[in-house]
């Protein structure tokens, strides 16, 4: 499995953002996904995710009022939308593939990863 994230890019605080993350196979459409940060300096993070039928959502604490998660099976695709970003917000974004197809928070439980995209907000 591949997993390749874009979107991100230099917003300024209360923009929005939406990554994108594309899948090379369907093995994924039985597998939980997530979304992953790591700021510099930093240790990587728990965003967000989704369970394979994308009937469950999981969200950090922080992303709860303002990320949505989401995927679309059929194309293979997972998506964040961020809205009212803050310069807190600034990090490598990294989406993955869970073992299971209930997602954890936990980095160690996801098996395939992508290779990250830069979101950099500024105040």
């Known amino acids: 499995v591949q997993l390749q994230a874009s979107g991100g890019g230099l917003v300024q605080a209360g923009d929005s953002l939406r990554l994108s993350c594309a899948a090379s196979r369907r093995t994924t459409s039985n597998n939980g996904l997530g979304w992953f940060r790591q700021a510099p300096g930093q240790e990587r993070e728990f965003v967000a995710a989704v369970s394979w039928r994308g009937d469950r959502t999981y969200y950090a604490d922080f992303a709860k009022a303002r990320f949505t998660i989401s995927r679309d099976n059929r194309q293979n695709m997972l998506y964040l939308q961020m809205n009212n970003l803050k310069p807190e917000d600034t990090a490598v974004y990294y989406c993955?593939?869970?073992?299971?197809?209930?997602?954890?928070?936990?980095?160690?439980?996801?098996?395939?990863w992508g290779q990250g995209t830069q979101v950099t907000v500024s105040s």
């Open positions: 993955a593939s869970a073992r299971a197809a209930i997602p954890s928070r936990q980095a160690a439980d996801y098996n395939y």
